[in-house]
């Protein structure tokens, strides 16, 4: 292996949005752990959740209890980590071919905090990377992976070449990822894609926080909302 940086001062945050509170055995866990077993490997702190587990409320404001929720555990349990975190990976099963109803709520409960501001006053995930990972067994993972990156670049994050990994058995109710026999750990093209999914994001993720993060130029909505447009000129004819 080339000589490697040290990522041993980056954070890292997993999401695992099954459906299976715990502690029911987590396929889609089970695939995220040879990702977080790397990432630790080089010495990045790692944090998981199993969101499932935790009382977040549905909707799209960065805290729900002022909008009529009893409790909602995003501003107080889940934020600090998201927020703390240079790398987020999102992982999730396929359910009627699409991404899981817990993933969905993950992205609204991220897209909440979207319009906060970080230290340079870029949108608060400029400077943070991002990855996916999917599992099943069903067709789906690349529309899967689609939906959940464009959604994590459109708010914000960076993402890497090869940001997905997954694994899917036959079609129908066949063996899951961590079932015996089920060929999943040591499926080769898996494994590769969840090895260069992992190290990518960590070179991305060296190289913003090496470079103070996201470079700053023509993307500060307070200097926009300002008047200074940085050089953009409506075309006159629709003006």
């Known amino acids: 292996m080339a000589e490697l940086p040290a990522f041993d001062d980056l954070r890292a945050l997993y999401v695992n949005c099954t459906l299976k509170r715990s502690p029911e055995v987590s396929n889609t866990q089970g695939l995220m752990d040879a990702s977080i077993a790397l990432m630790r490997s080089h010495g990045v702190r790692v944090d998981t959740i199993r969101l499932v587990d935790l009382d977040v409320a549905t909707g799209v404001y960065p805290d729900m209890r002022e909008h009529g929720w009893a409790a909602d555990a995003w501003p107080d349990d889940v934020w600090p980590l998201v927020e703390a975190a240079d790398i987020l990976v999102i992982g999730g099963p396929i359910w009627l071919g699409d991404n899981s109803s817990v993933t ?92 260069f999914m992992t190290y990518n994001l960590l070179h991305l993720a060296r190289l913003l926080k090496d470079a103070g993060g996201f470079p ?17 000129e409506a075309n006159p004819e629709y003006r």
């Open 216 to 232: 700053v130029g023509g993307n500060l909505r307070d200097v926009w909302d300002d008047g200074d447009h940085s050089g953009f």
């Open 104 to 195: 969905k709520r993950l992205v609204e409960r991220l897209y909440a905090m979207s319009g906060l501001r970080n230290d340079r006053g870029q949108y608060v995930y400029y400077g943070k990377v991002g990855g996916v990972v999917i599992t099943g067994n069903e067709d789906g993972i690349k529309h899967c992976a689609m939906d959940l990156l464009y959604s994590l670049q459109h708010i914000g994050y960076s993402i890497p070449p090869g940001a997905d990994a997954g694994w899917i058995g036959e079609a129908g109710p066949g063996p899951s990822y961590l079932d015996e026999g089920s060929g999943g750990p040591e499926n080769d093209f898996t494994n590769r894609n969840t090895t």
